[in-house]
């Protein structure tokens, strides 16, 4: 069997945007304002460290002759493997994030559990316990050409 890696990044431009004017309405007016370093450094550091999480956040995804890895490395410290022996189905999907999880990241919804980076296409796996997985990916066409040529789904 292929092997399929993929990995996402936190790329999408409006949440940047978004954190830049955050991080400009909070601290120009303590700054206008004269406040103290003391005041402003605690709320500088705190934006400055989520900038660096959401920027180092990482959704990195395996299919193997083994299974499906994944990991979430802000989340998770190792990866998280399901071998092809606990899966029922395995298929790409296009979702609603919103609607079906209430947005991206790890989350939980009607349709299970849910790791997102971005998009509306993921990979979802149904396990022979009946959970649910379902991960984000960007490369919808890829991943279904690779899980043709699995047994699991010939």
Known sequence: METY?????MNQVWLWVLMGIETF????????LKVTL??????????LLTLIMLGSMKLKTRIDEEGVDYQM???HWNKR???WSEIDQIYVR????????GGWGMRYGRNGRAITMH???????VK???????????????????????PLLV
């Open 73 to 75: 490395n802000l989340f």
């Open 81 to 83: 493997a399901i071998p």
């Open 38 to 47: 003391w005041v402003i450094a605690p709320m500088a550091l705190v934006m």
């Open 94 to 101: 296009q979702y609603s994030p919103m609607r079906e999880y």
């Open 5 to 9: 890696e993929e990995v996402q990044t």
């Open 128 to 150: 022979k316990d009946g959970k649910r997985i379902l991960i984000g990916t960007e490369q919808p066409e890829s991943v279904t050409r690779i899980l043709q040529h699995h």
């Open 119 to 125: 998009g509306k296409y993921g990979i979802q796996i």
């Open 25 to 32: 309405a909070v601290l120009l007016p303590l700054v206008l």
